[in-house]
């Protein structure tokens, strides 16, 4: 049968130590620091927290908390600790993360190392580690083994292509920015695009056009901008034509500003 935890009982000498414990709330800090008198915490029989306000600008929120004990029967309370305490309303420092876990898309920079845990998902064993002069004396073609992952340690799983094809596919480079809705075409029938090898081919390329906005970046095949291979000028409008005024069947007739215009046939 569990035991009910029992509560403490409050000493009152404890209890009645404010004064004291202000006195070791300021001389941790200064005297315009410690606020006024908050709250009595009981921690413990003959063990009592005093709760001040911090009033430094820093601290915001925060109370010192001195902590005051009178041992077994004796008459004098003596201040056991002092140190200052976040209250609910307090500015706090946000949990600490691992800085592999904080980095975001363009923080690497020159210098900076980002190794591969060896249970990245994203990766996977190649499928085997065959030296190129043993595949160049059979006469294999070494882009199609390279594709394959033959001579790396490690290639791309089903989780990294995924990713990166969810990524890219709904970047600015994807179909639905607003240069792609507003191109002529899409990617995949423009000339300067290069497909991409293995599963990306079917839906990625990279563009090799200087003027366009991608060059050199992976775009989607339904991905467009204004320099496709295949844009033409649009057609010169021509001229609007003047109207064509028959006054021969009609008399003109002008009078002051006053009166109206009228067309009298010259047949009537």
Not at 58 to 65: E, L, Q, T, V
Not at 71 to 76: C, G, S, Y
Not at 88 to 102: I, N, S, Y
Request: net charge negative; with cysteine.
């Amino acid at each position: 049968m569990s035991r009910s935890r029992r509560t403490p009982t409050p000493d009152s000498a404890c209890i009645e130590a404010v004064d004291l414990a202000r006195a070791a709330a300021v001389e941790i800090a200064r005297p315009e620091w410690v606020g006024e008198h908050l709250s009595t915490k009981v921690e413990a029989e003959r063990l009592v927290t005093h709760l001040f306000e911090c009033r430094q600008a820093a601290y915001r929120g925060w109370h010192y908390a001195v902590t005051v004990v009178r041992a077994a029967r004796a008459k004098a309370v003596t201040v056991n600790e002092v140190t200052l305490l976040p209250g609910p309303d307090a500015v706090l420092a946000p949990e600490w993360v691992p800085w592999k876990e904080r980095l975001r898309p363009g923080d690497l920079g020159v210098g900076d190392l980002m190794p591969s845990s060896a249970e990245d998902d994203r990766l996977k064993p190649g499928y085997a580690q065959v030296p190129e002069s043993e595949l160049a004396d059979e006469g294999v073609d070494q882009q199609m083994v390279w594709e394959l992952g033959l001579g790396r340690a490690r290639v791309l799983s089903e989780v990294g292509r995924q990713a990166a094809a969810e990524r890219w596919y709904n970047s600015d480079s994807g179909p639905y920015s607003a240069i792609a809705k507003a191109a002529p075409a899409t990617c995949a029938t423009c000339g300067f695009l290069t497909p991409l090898a293995g599963e990306f081919r079917q839906m990625f390329g990279v563009c090799a056009n200087e003027y366009a906005p991608d060059d050199g970046r992976v775009v989607s095949l339904d991905h467009g901008c204004g320099a496709h291979s295949e844009a033409a000028q649009p057609a010169a409008q021509p001229d609007p034509i003047a109207p064509v005024i028959d006054e021969l069947g009609y008399d003109h007739i002008v009078f002051d500003d006053t009166t109206e215009l009228e067309l009298v046939s010259s047949e009537s």
